[in-house]
């Protein structure tokens, strides 16, 4: 008998951890972690990529260094590849810091296992970053 109302309190205690109360707050939606939110007018193209954990950043302006964390090479190349509106524009950050307005910038995808950057093929090794702006459909 004893074991029994053992059982039953052991069974009631842990049932009693399962309900939901009424009072749960029902979950948010998720915001897309590529998009930007353009809250700065007067911020640099290495400013919107510091927000992304993946990235190392060295330097401003047009002599900012970017890497992919986690990509290493025996090559002295290891700037990522920037796709900017699905054209290719090669490892120069500095033209395209210079080619786009980073307050246009709508979205940032970076790709980093090379399943993601087999299609860019050898150019892709050490990384790709996509950027999406404004005029991407114009």
Do not use: W
Request: charge should be positive.
């Amino acid at each position: 008998m004893r074991a029994k109302n053992s059982f039953l309190l052991l069974a009631v205690i842990l049932l009693s951890g399962c309900f939901v109360s009424k009072d749960t707050p029902k979950k948010e939606a998720k915001e897309d972690p590529y998009e930007i939110n353009n809250q700065q007018d007067n911020r640099s193209l290495a400013d919107v990529l510091r927000k992304y954990s993946s990235l190392t950043i060295q330097g401003d302006g047009n002599n900012a260094r970017i890497y992919i964390r986690g990509q290493s090479t025996i090559s002295l190349e290891t700037q990522p590849l920037f796709i900017v509106n699905n054209t290719n524009m090669g490892r120069n950050y500095a033209a395209v810091n210079s080619s786009i307005n980073a307050n246009e910038i709508v979205s940032v995808r970076i790709l980093r296992s090379l399943s993601e950057t087999a299609i860019y093929g050898e150019e892709g090794n050490h990384g790709v970053i996509i950027i999406k702006t404004k005029n991407a459909n114009k």
